[in-house]
Nanobody
């Protein structure tokens, strides 16, 4: 059983920055795919970013527009979502998810087996 640990949300003014963290992906991390989704009040959960730990490519939603950066530490134990130039439309609960061997689309939340508890991001105008 994998229990993801998320942290880093909070309240920030428009234009500000936050860094979210997600850790505890299991004993063997080389093949995992880690994703960030978010859910605004009254809206469906939407894809933000994903990374396959074994590959250099990082995938972002169009709305990120270069403002967010997904990274990980060298051991693959913790993933980080650095969010800059935040706006009120970025407000929502951010979730990280993980799957050991991805065999579906990384853009779909059903592709992931484990999820964090979510961390709230609130951007004030």
């Amino acid at each position: 059983q994998v229990e993801l640990l998320e942290s880093g949300g909070g309240l920030v003014q428009a234009g500000g920055s936050l860094r979210l963290s997600c850790a505890n992906f299991g004993r063997t991390v080389y093949h995992v795919t880690v994703v960030w989704f978010r859910q605004a009040p009254g809206k469906e959960r939407e894809f933000v970013s994903a990374m396959k730990w074994s590959e250099p490519n990082i995938y972002y939603a169009d709305f990120v527009e270069g403002r967010f950066t997904f990274s990980r530490d060298s051991a693959g134990i913790t993933g980080y979502l650095e969010m800059n130039n935040l706006s009120p439309v970025d407000t929502g609960t951010y979730y990280c998810g993980v799957v050991r061997y991805l065999d579906l689309s990384l853009y779909h939340d059903r592709s992931y087996d484990y999820w964090g508890q979510g961390t709230q991001v609130t951007v004030a105008s």
